[in-house]
Every structure is written in structure tokens, then in C-alpha cells.
């Protein structure tokens, strides 16, 4: 071949060579004289170009190429002027001092040219600076109601914008409510799509607004599909939190009259939002699957798609509403588009018969390699969902998914495989081995770390009781000399987990941890040192250490040795005063970066009281005499977080008080709010007595503060029961010239929602080493035994979930795990009792019984405390 030739065929890159040195260089002829359209446009490109390459620009730089493309505002070329908004819009959030770009953008946005007039609002809209944004307030209202749909619809798109950005441009995109209203009507489509988007947007947070525009919405007919498309999904949101009967009906017939509209985008979304409600029936699903069916034999391949891959998903859940589809799905199968026809056959496997799995299995194998990755997971959870259903088929399935182990494929697809193969093994008991063999072979040439150290603990703890054990230490052994120093690490766990489990094997694995004890990566060297001491020293710490799992998160432990080492104490450090919940960092530092200042704050306590920095709290003169906390909860919002003023409630625990900090935080700068205090009704809360209130003497704009409530019981019952609650405050306008806040004010309020305390506001979780020993030690003197029924709950699961909720105690011995298709469960909880520290111990059994709905349990409590022997006992 002619090598001239040969370099006339290559690819042109225009942006070769370009870099951010020669565009700054460039940028003079931004003021040649008269300008010249064609070589701005090339150099704008260039800026564009970097910008989406990520290419970072300094505050001095982005600063000056800001100036000097406003200067191409002189330019009454189209074209031109179309690319200085598109460059100007990148560099407002870089650049400063953007204020002269202001009087340019609300010139345009006056221009008779619609395109000067939407791009400057797409602009402006940019502009960092609420309160320059606020001068050009009325264009951008004007603009949301133009007669023009081009300029409407990027008013309102801008303004989906500002409602992503800070607290202020939300206050004045909702300041256009009327405006936006009016333009839900307007006869063009695209405006009426994004102004019952931006509507939407403005009223998320309000449940009951939502829900009363969808109901407004329904029932008049909307002219745009994609506002139709748009109100479908609105619809379905609310349906899923609808209680009543009757609205919900309504909502369901208004989608499936959408089934019979003229659209097929309308049509097709309708069906999706029928299909993806979470409690729909099968008698509700007909009319939409049947929908569906029609489109499998579209001529049109978007549509054949949509509707194969809306139903792939449906058959997950309803395999057999979907069964009437597999005569168009077969068709499907030799369809020229691959994604399709994988979607198909994955849709076939979940709701075909055994005999047929083969042949499909067959059918995917010809072109899995042809698909993407996203396409082969789908692939992978057919295949999982079709072992967990055909259990004799599991070997040929485990099969093929260890084929595609060794294929080309992602990050995220390999996980896929790994995962479905670890569900299989923990599923089928007989799965268990050719799984393992399966991945071992994996992990010998494995290019995921993640992966790997998974797989490797997964040999450690299951390897051990397989039938011939020994075969698998020499796949750990080999990632010891292998791999990176993390899958050393996890190598060298499993093979401790062996030895431990393995006494047999135990003097042939030591000699293979000795082998490490002069790694390079320390990590690895401790772990060896730790394993071989341990294994050759003390067996039953070993046995706690190796194969159990830390009962506490690791950042709890670090901070309570950090604590413990500070103020060092005669008595040892004990593990069980390691809070079992995760520990929420100190909010002070994260206010202080977020405001600059602690001025005017109050602290916000952490959620487990039982650490020293609960010690805050008596720096209050008024909650010093109360005692020490014994336990704090996380903060519990009352209001929506969108909403003029944002309150939290923390409740602090004491031996006979309960004290709630609400934290508030005024989100208007117009106002600052004096002498807030927050009102609390107990009259649904038998037994508490409200003592006194504490208020926040001041809330200025951003800074939050807290208010205190003390509520006190009698100290031989801890009641339960809901309060109400009302913000009550003084508000004082700030005029926005000087930043001063007015002499005189006026009284106002603000409602909360309310506020339960519950049964597990007096327990907290603690770690049990040994609950078969601490339950006998309890002995059967302080023990309590009720018989309940808890008709709502649909499975066993659910029932574990709610009761550890519910009491606040921590899940012993991996009970909190419920064994699939298992109709007897025991659950063990531990826990310690505000009366005293007191120890308490749960054990209930679990039965679910098909002649009556719900669980049934018997609930056994032992504790020291009689007291919480009977709040446990009575809780249900």
C-alpha cells in the first residue's frame, strides 16, 4: 500500500495539540476590531472542548476568559452568539466579579430574538449570586408565561435548575407558583411538560400538595404526551402511599385508561407504572401485560424492546401473568437485535417449564459474547432465579455461569456472577462444593481484588466443613504468593479459619503463616503473627477472634480506646461498653466548615449517649442536676426538609426524665427568630409530666440552635405515648440593605409533627459474648413469659426486622438471619435497661401457622431489673 495513501485515510482530530496554555494564549482576538465570527467560534470550541475534557481552570483564568468573551456580545452573528452562551454558561461557576455580565443578559432578555431571549435566561440562571439573580426576578416570570413556547420552556427549565441549587433559589423559584400554574395549561408540548415538571418540583416535599395536584391533573385531560408520560409517573408515586380506598381506585382507572391512548409512548408508560406498583395484583396486571403483548410484535424495535424488557422484569415477581406472552417471546429469540432477543429468552426462563431450560441455555450460549455487559447481567439473574426454582438443574447451571466466568467482562458483570453463585451456595447445600470448585478456578486468575478477597473469605469460613477440605488450601496458599498485599491478607484469614477448624491440618498451615511472618506489607505480617500466637497459645479466644465476627463497628472501638487511653482507669477496658450502633461524627466540626463560625450554635449530641461526649449535656445548668444520660437517640426530623424552618428532635434518656433537644434552623434570611421555644401536649402520653422549657434566645438565617423541653416520669414505670408539638417564636424582619433586624416583632408559630417515645427509647444494644451462658446466669427467678400474634406480618423476616426495631435490643448469635422457607424461627436479643444498667436478655419463638395470618410467638424475658422484665414482656 502507498504509505501516502495510507495517511490521507487516517482520522482528522481538529483538537489535536489543543491545550490550555495556547487557548488563554488565543484569546486576544476575542478584541480584534471588527471581530471575526468563524475564529471565535473555533476558539470557543477549543474552550469547550478542555472544559468537557476536565480541564481545570483557576479562578484568575476562568476570570479572564470570562471578560473576554463578553466582549463577543458586540457580535450580532448568530451562530457566534449561540457558542459565547454556551461557553459563558461553563465558566459563570468558575468565574468572579460576574456582575458585568448582568446589563448583557437582561438586554437580551428583552431582545426581539427569541434565541438571544431563552439562552440569556439559560445563562442567568447560572449565576451564583442569588441576590443579582433577584434583580432580573420579574424577566424570568415574564419569560415562564411568553407567548413564545422556545423562551417559556427555558424559563422553566432554568428554574428546575435553581431548585437544585441553594436554599435561597428555592425561595424564588417558588415565588413563580401562579405563574407556573398557568403554564401547566399552555397548548404547547414541550412547555407543558416542563412547567408540570418544575410544579411537581415545588411541591415534592408536601405529600398532601402532590397528591392533590395528581388528583387536579387527572381529572382534566393534558394536551403533551410527555406531560402525559410525566403525570403517569406522579400518579403511580402516589398510589403506592394512597390509603384510601377509593382515591386509589380512581388513580388506577385513570392509568389504565391511558392503556387506550392514541399515543404508544403514553400507552407503553402506563403500562410500566401498572407493571412497577410494588402491590399489584395479578387481575390488576391483565390490561397492562396485555398491552405489552401487542407491542412484542411491533414492526418497531424501540417498542419491542421496552415491552420485552418491562416484561422480563415483571416475570420476577408474577411469572405466571407473563405465561401468556412466551408464544410472541419465542419469536423474539432470533430477532436481529441481540438485546432483545437476550431479554426474551432471560424472560422465558423465568417463566417457562424445566424441560425447556436446556434449549434456552443453549440458545443464549451462541451469543453472550455479542451482548453487553449490562445485557449479560440480566442473563446472570435469570439463571439464578432459575436454580433457586430448579433445583436438579443446578450443576448445568453453576456450569454456565463458571463459563462465563472466564469470559471478557467488567468490574460490575463479574460481581453479578459472583454473586448469584454465592446465593446458590447458601441456598442449595448441595450446590456447595462444585461452587467452590468453581471458584477457586476463578480466583487463579482474577483481576478484581474486591472479588477475590470475597471469594477467599467465603473459602475460609465454608471450606472447613466440606468432605475433602485440603483441596482448597492450596488455591489460598497460592494468593500468598501471587497477589496484591489486601488478598494476602484475606488469604491468610482463610487459611486461619482452616487450622482453627482443621486440627489435623493445623501444624502444616502454621508452617505456611510462619512463611508471612516476613512479608512486606505489614498488615500481612501482623495477621500472621496474631494467627500463629493465637493458635498455639489460647484456642477459645482464637475461636472468638477467627472465625466470629467483630461485634462492634470498628470506628465505635477506635474511639472508645482513644477514649479509654486519655483517661486511663484501674478497671480494664471492657468491649461491652462499645456502643453496637454506628457513632455519628461531631456535627460542631461539620458546622463550623459549613458556616464559618460557631457563633450562635447549639450542639447536636451523638446518637449513643453512652459516649463521654454525652458529657456536653451538664454544661446546662438545668440538665446538670438530672444525672447522667443513659442513652441518646438519633435526631428524628418533624418537619420536611425544605420547608422555612428545619427542626430535628434528639431524645436524651435519664433515670426519671426524658429530655428532647430540638434543633432548629431558620432557612429565611428575611427574618431572625427570638424567645423560640417549643410547646409540648403529653395529654397522649399518660405518665409524663412536662417540667420545664428551655428556649433558643436567637436564630438567625443558616445557624442553627436548639430549644430543650424536660418531661419527667415516676421513677417504678417508664410510660410509652406520642406528644404533640408547636414551634412558638418571635419574628423579626431584617432589612436586606443593612442586614439589621427590626426593634419590634410579632408572635408566631409553626406545628411539628409528633413525637413517640417508645419502649426502645429505655433499652440500649449491647454485646453478648455467650447468651447460652448469660441466660442461664439470669436463671429462671427473673424471667417473664407472654404469648402474642402479630396477624399484620407477612413472613417471618419481617417479623425479626420489626421486633429488633421495636425493642431497641441487639440480634445475638446471628439469629437476626432468617433461613429461607423456614416456618420456625428463635430469635435472641440482649440488651441494657435504663433502670440501673440492668442486663436484659430476650429469647422468642417463632411460628408461622398457614390456618391463622401473621406470626405467633412466645416471648421469655430474663433480667435483673423487674421492672424492664415487664415493659419487654407487655411491649406487644
Known amino acids: 500500500m502507498n504509505p501516502e495513501k495510507k495517511n490521507d485515510d487516517e482520522a482528522y482530530d481538529p483538537f489535536m495539540g489543543v491545550d490550555k496554555g495556547s487557548v488563554l494564549q488565543e484569546k ?34 476562568a476570570t479572564d476568559l470570562f471578560f473576554a468573551t463578553t466582549m463577543l456580545f458586540q ?31 437582561t438586554k437580551d432578555m428583552n431582545s426581539k430574538t427569541d434565541l438571544y431571549r431563552a439562552n440569556a435566561i439559560r445563562v442567568l440562571c447560572k449565576i451564583n449570586d442569588v441576590a443579582m439573580l433577584g434583580q432580573a426576578e420579574r424577566y424570568l416570570k415574564q419569560a415562564i408565561v411568553d407567548r413564545e413556547a422556545y423562551v417559556a420552556s427555558a424559563a422553566l427549565v432554568s428554574g428546575m435548575h435553581l431548585m ?95 392503556l387506550r391512548h392514541k399515543s404508544e409512548v403514553v400507552i407503553y408508560e402506563a403500562a410500566r407504572g401498572i407493571c412497577g406498583l410494588r402491590t399489584v395484583s395479578s387481575k390488576e396486571l391483565t390490561p397492562a401485560v396485555a398491552v405489552l403483548q401487542m407491542f412484542l410484535s411491533s414492526p418497531k424495535a424501540s417498542l419491542r424492546f421496552a415491552a420485552v424488557r418491562t416484561l422480563n422484569k415483571v416475570a420476577s415477581t408474577h411469572p405466571l401473568s407473563v405465561t401468556v406472552c412466551n408464544p410472541d417471546m419465542e419469536n423474539l429469540i432470533g430477532d436481529v437485535n441481540r438485546s432483545i432477543a437476550t431479554l426474551a429468552i432471560t424472560a422465558l426462563l423465568k417463566t417457562g417449564a424445566e424441560t425447556t431450560v436446556d434449549r434456552l441455555m443453549k440458545q443464549i450460549t451462541n451469543f453472550i459474547n455479542d451482548i453487553s455487559d449490562e445485557f449479560k447481567i440480566v442473563v446472570v439473574d435469570a439463571i439464578k432465579t432459575l436454580c433457586l426454582k430448579y433445583k436438579q438443574k443446578h450443576r448445568t447451571l453453576m456450569t454456565s455461569l463458571a463459563n462465563m ?228 437517640s438519633a435526631p428524628q426530623q418533624l418537619t420536611e426538609s425544605e420547608t422555612e424552618y428545619v427542626v430535628n428532635c434528639v431524645k436524651h434518656i435519664f433515670a426519671e426524665h426524658v429530655v428532647f433537644q430540638f434543633n432548629c ?73 443593612t442586614g439589621e433586624a427590626d426593634e419590634t416583632g410579632y408572635e408566631d408559630q409553626y406545628p411539628l409533627d409528633n413525637l413517640d417515645v417508645t419502649v426502645a427509647d429505655y433499652m440500649k444494644k449491647t454485646y453478648c459474648t455467650s447468651f447460652k451462658d448469660e441466660w442461664a446466669a439470669l436463671g429462671e427467678d427473673n424471667e417473664l413469659v407472654e404469648i402474642f400474634a402479630l396477624s399484620t406480618m407477612k413472613s417471618l423476616k419481617d417479623a425479626v426486622n420489626e421486633i429488633i426495631d421495636f425493642l431497641g435490643m441487639q440480634a445475638c448469635d ?23 444498667n440492668a442486663p436484659a436478655l430476650v429469647r422468642i419463638r417463632m411460628k408461622m401457622d398457614d390456618s391463622a395470618p401473621g406470626v405467633s410467638m412466645e416471648l421469655t424475658v430474663r433480667s435483673t431489673s423487674p421492672l424492664a422484665s415487664r415493659l419487654l414482656s407487655s411491649a406487644f
Not at 398510589?239 to 385508561?257: A, P, V
Not at 500468598?480 to 491468610?492: I, K
Open 28 to 61: 486576544r482576538i476575542f478584541n480584534e476590531s471588527p471581530i471575526n465570527p468563524r475564529k471565535c467560534c473555533h476558539l470557543i470550541t477549543k474552550i469547550l472542548y478542555l472544559l468537557g475534557q476536565g480541564q481545570t481552570f483557576t479562578k484568575t483564568e
Open 75 to 105: 457580535s450580532t452573528d448568530v451562530n457566534l452568539r449561540r457558542m459565547v452562551y454556551l461557553v459563558l454558561k461553563e465558566l459563570l461557576p468558575l468565574a468572579e466579579d460576574v456582575i458585568i455580565v448582568i446589563s448583557c443578559l
Open 164 to 258: 437544585k441549587g441553594s436554599p435561597a433559589g428555592v425561595d424564588i423559584v417558588k415565588r413563580w407558583f401562579s405563574e407556573v400554574q398557568s403554564a401547566v395549561k399552555s397548548k404547547s408540548t414541550m412547555v407543558q411538560y416542563h412547567a408540570l415538571g418544575l410544579l411537581h418540583q415545588i411541591k415534592r416535599n408536601d405529600r398532601l400538595a402532590v397528591s392533590k395536584l395528581v388528583s387536579e391533573m387527572t381529572r382534566s385531560p393534558v394536551r403533551s404526551h410527555y406531560a402525559h408520560c410525566l403525570l403517569i409517573r406522579y400518579t403511580c408515586q402516589v398510589l403506592e402511599d394512597e390509603s384510601d380506598d377509593t382515591e386509589r381506585g380512581r388513580l388506577y382507572d385513570y392509568l389504565e385508561s391511558c
Open 405 to 632: 466466568l472466564r469470559d471478557e467482562g467488567g468490574y460490575q458483570y463479574k460481581k453479578a456472577i459472583v454473586d448469584a453463585m454465592l446465593t446458590i451456595i447458601a441456598a442449595l447445600p448441595e450446590a456447595k462444593e462444585p461452587g467452590l470448585a468453581h471458584l477457586c478456578e476463578f480466583i487463579e486468575d482474577c483481576e478484581f481484588t474486591q472479588l477475590s478477597t470475597r471469594v477467599l473469605n467465603l473459602l475460609g469460613r465454608e471450606g472447613p466443613t466440606t468432605s475433602s477440605p485440603s483441596k482448597y488450601i492450596r488455591y489460598i496458599y497460592n494468593r500468598l504468593t501471587l497477589e496484591s498485599a489486601n488478598v494476602r491478607a484475606a488469604a491468610l484469614s482463610a487459611l486461619a479459619k482452616f487450622a482453627l477448624g482443621l486440627p489435623a491440618l493445623r501444624p502444616s498451615i502454621s508452617i505456611l503463616l510462619s512463611r508471612c511472618l516476613h512479608d512486606s506489607d505489614d498488615e500481612v505480617r501482623d495477621r500472621a503473627t496474631l494467627y500463629l500466637r493465637l493458635l498455639q497459645q489460647d484456642q477459645d479466644l482464637a475461636q472468638t477472634l477467627i472465625l466470629d465476627s467483630l461485634p462492634v463497628p470498628l470506628d465505635n472501638l477506635e474511639r472508645c480506646l482513644k477514649e479509654y487511653a486519655a483517661n486511663p482507669s484501674a478497671q480494664p477496658f471492657d468491649i461491652a461498653v462499645v456502643p453496637v450502633t454506628p457513632i455519628a461524627p461531631e456535627p460542631s466540626e461539620l458546622l463550623r466548615s459549613k458556616y464559618g463560625s460557631s457563633q450562635g450554635f447549639s450542639p447536636v449530641f451523638k446518637p449513643d449517649a453512652d459516649r463521654p461526649a454525652a458529657a456536653q449535656l451538664p454544661a446546662i445548668p438545668e440538665l446538670a442536676a438530672l444525672g447522667p444520660v443513659f442513652k441518646s
Open 665 to 737: 434552623t431558620n432557612t429565611l434570611d428575611a427574618q431572625v427568630l427570638e424567645n423560640v421555644v417549643v410547646k409540648m401536649d403529653a395529654s397522649s402520653a399518660p405518665g409524663f409530666r412536662v417540667e420545664w422549657e428551655l428556649e433558643a434566645s436567637s436564630l438567625v438565617y443558616g445557624v442553627p440552635g436548639a430549644a430543650y423541653v424536660c418531661a419527667s416520669h415516676d421513677p417504678e414505670a417508664y410510660p410509652t405515648g406520642s406528644f404533640g408539638n408547636v414551634l412558638k417564636f418571635q419574628v423579626k424582619d431584617v432589612d436586606p440593605a
Open 814 to 836: 446471628k439469629t437476626e438471619v432468617v433461613p429461607p422457607k423456614r416456618t420456625k424461627h428463635i430469635l435472641l436479643l440482649s440488651g441494657s435497661f435504663v433502670d440501673g
